[in-house]
Structures are given as structure tokens and as C-alpha cells.
């Protein structure tokens, strides 16, 4: 019997056009930056630059005086040399290894060549936020930036809050 690379000669070498276009658009996207900032003061409360989207699990130090502004927007610039259909950011905020909360944010179309600032509001406090006391090195927060709901990249990032 001949060996399985022999009766399917290409499966192990194709890539279809749909993989290497996604993977063109991965190459070619990169955060430049994220703020968070006291959405009524406009105050960059947090930043990091060039972040790496390949570093799987990292830390955070965030103020806790972000704990105490009644909105936090979220700004992240990037770049992409390549269009980008239906470009979503998924985030899931663990408490202890607990999911307490999920939010979804659509950008849709990316211009290719092109840098785009993308703000969000990613609180807006009505009763209330646990202190950083409790939160610090407990919260997880898992970000994903898809395309067509495929992951582009994921990471977590484990918070302390100083």
C-alpha cells in the first residue's frame, strides 16, 4: 500500500486562498496602542504601547483610581495593510476563574493601509464597582479580536490594581 502522502499528494502542502488571506490580514495587524481613560474627564487613566497581540498571557498595572470614575472608555488605535470584514473585539472578565461578565464590540469594515482609533465605553458605573482590593491579581480579562467570528488573536491579561 503506497503512503498517504503519495494518494494525497497536496493535503499536507495546500493552504486554500481563504487561509493565506487570513493570514495576510494577521501579519498585517498590529495595536499600536490602548488608553483607558475617565470617560467624563478624558484623563488617559492607563496606556500600552505597541502591544504585543502574540503574547498569549501577560500582566497589567492599572491605577485603582479607574476603579473610581463614573465611565471608562477604552481606546485602541491600530493598523492594517489589509481590508478587514467584520472586525469584532470579544472580552470575558474572569473573577477567580469565574465568568461575570462578556461584552462585544463591532468595528465591521477595516480600509486597507490604514491606522483607525476604536473608543468604547466600557463602563459606566450605576451602584457601584468591587474595590481593587479584591479585584487586584484576581481579575482576568481574556480579549479576542476576530474576523468573521474566526480568532485573529487572543490573549489574557491578569490585572493588578496599584
Known amino acids: 500500500r503506497p503512503p498517504r502522502s503519495t494518494l494525497f ?9 481563504e487561509d493565506e488571506a ?3 490580514i494577521k501579519d498585517g495587524f498590529t495595536v499600536n496602542y490602548m488608553q483607558m481613560r475617565d470617560g467624563s474627564k478624558g484623563r488617559v487613566m492607563w496606556e500600552v ?19 473610581k470614575c463614573k465611565i471608562i472608555t477604552r481606546n485602541i488605535n491600530f493598523s492594517s495593510k489589509e481590508a478587514i470584514e467584520d472586525l469584532e473585539l ?6 477567580m476563574g469565574e465568568l461575570f461578565e462578556s461584552s ?3 468595528f465591521g469594515f477595516v480600509i486597507p493601509n490604514s491606522t483607525n482609533d476604536w473608543e468604547q465605553i466600557i463602563m459606566a458605573k450605576e451602584d457601584g464597582v ?4 479584591v479585584l487586584s491579581g484576581k481579575l482576568k480579562v481574556e480579549t479576542y479580536f476576530l474576523v468573521k467570528g474566526k480568532v485573529l488573536y487572543k490573549n489574557k491579561i491578569l490585572i493588578y490594581y496599584v
Open 49 to 67: 504601547k505597541s502591544w504585543d497581540l502574540k503574547k498569549a498571557n501577560h500582566t497589567e498595572n492599572i491605577t485603582k483610581d479607574l476603579l
Open 9 to 17: 499528494p497536496y493535503t499536507t502542502l495546500f493552504r486554500s486562498e
Open 22 to 24: 487570513f493570514q495576510k
Open 90 to 95: 470579544v472580552q470575558n472578565f474572569y473573577l
Open 104 to 106: 462585544k464590540f463591532k
Open 130 to 133: 468591587l474595590p481593587a482590593e
